[in-house]
């Protein structure tokens, strides 16, 4: 059993206990803003979904309505999906949940931001801009 939240298109995976697992989905690389990201600081940890739904349906669950933005760092090889500015990141708590993969989490415990660090990405190795 599985079941996944949904930021655009993109999943987060998480076992039958709420555990996240990892990600992936359909993110196409056309859709990405080039920009001069700040990675925020994070710490290594396991992230647990709380008060979601049955997990009998295997129905993937948006985060929320908003669209997130793409953005990447083809520098530094990282894509964040949703608020990559300044202020958000600093009202984020950021947790490495696998190697180069970090959720970033408001006060209230919503997630904010998806940072992947990208090391043999395609559009990072054939984009001439």
């Known amino acids: 059993m599985w079941n996944s939240v949904v930021a655009n298109t993109f999943e987060v995976f998480l076992d039958i206990q709420g555990v996240v697992t990892g990600g992936g989905g359909y993110c196409p690389h056309q859709g990405w803003k080039k920009k001069a ?27 929320d309505d908003a669209t997130w933005g793409v953005y990447y760092d083809s520098v530094q090889r990282w894509i964040c999906i949703g608020h990559s500015s300044e202020e958000t990141k600093e009202e984020c708590s950021h947790i490495e949940v696998l190697k180069g993969f970090v959720l970033g989490f408001d006060k209230k415990g919503m997630m904010k931001t998806i940072w992947i660090e990208m090391t043999n990405c395609c559009p990072f190795n054939s984009a001439t801009s």
Not at 42 to 54: A, D, E, L, N
């Open 37 to 63: 990201l700040t990675i925020p600081d994070y710490v290594p940890g396991r992230v647990k979904c709380h008060g979601f739904p049955s997990f009998d349906k295997q129905i993937p669950r948006n985060v």
